[in-house]
């Protein structure tokens, strides 16, 4: 099965390091950040997990829940828990899969065979609260991710919701945003009481909030 942008996500029952879930009632009214990583007790995974439960706080202020996967058991995954608090000097507390049958990393294909066989590269998949997957990115074993970007299409993703507009290419919070072509000008004039620039005709730019 092949998951594109605007699917539902499938779900899963798994047994993870703070207890079973159902993956869709553990998702909620909230947005979901699923990510997989390759092994436990490896490099590279460490300082992904590490930095993810630094930005908790960046998360749930955005509504978003972290979960992470690997093809582990939950034993070791509560074992590389101890070396990841100590090393990258926090508590992590959001929930990590066990996966050692590879179930859910075939569901969601997170198993690219010319990395490897039986670990889990690094997909990334954000999922909105009604369970439909919005972005997905695929790391290779050995480039880490960039969580600036995670978090930066969040805020993209939810403003767009929030406010009916596209946002360009390097947007950050505070800069324009676009103004979707099969909106006219009539009804942008209706929706944006701010005013808008045009550019082009269709390129038409906002001054919006960020929405968290």
Not at 154 to 171: K, R
Request: aromatic share 10%; with cysteine.
């Amino acid at each position: 099965m092949t998951l594109l942008l605007g699917d539902t996500v499938p779900d899963f029952r798994a047994n993870t390091t703070t207890g079973p879930i159902s993956f869709h009632d553990w998702i909620g009214d909230d947005w979901a950040f699923f990510f997989s990583h390759p092994a436990d007790f490896t490099p590279v995974c460490t300082t992904e997990m590490g930095r993810t439960s630094q930005l908790s706080e960046e998360f749930t202020k955005r509504g978003v829940k972290p979960i992470g996967l690997s093809t582990d058991t939950v034993e070791e995954h509560l074992n590389w828990i101890e070396d990841v608090n100590d090393t990258q000097n926090t508590t992590l507390r959001f929930p990590i899969v066990a996966d050692p049958d590879f179930e859910i990393a075939k569901l969601f294909e997170m198993i690219h065979p010319g990395e490897s066989e039986t670990a889990a590269v690094r997909s990334v998949f954000i999922i909105d609260p009604d369970k439909k997957l919005r972005l997905s990115m695929t790391y290779p074993m050995s480039v880490g991710r960039n969580f600036d970007e995670i978090l930066r299409v969040i805020d993209a993703l939810q403003t767009g919701d929030a406010h009916g507009v596209a946002l360009p290419a390097d947007w950050r919070p505070g800069d324009r945003a676009i103004i979707p072509p099969s909106l006219s000008d009539e009804g942008a004039k209706a929706k944006f009481s701010q005013g808008f620039e045009t550019i082009r005709p269709y390129l038409r730019t906002v001054e919006i909030d960020l929405v968290k």
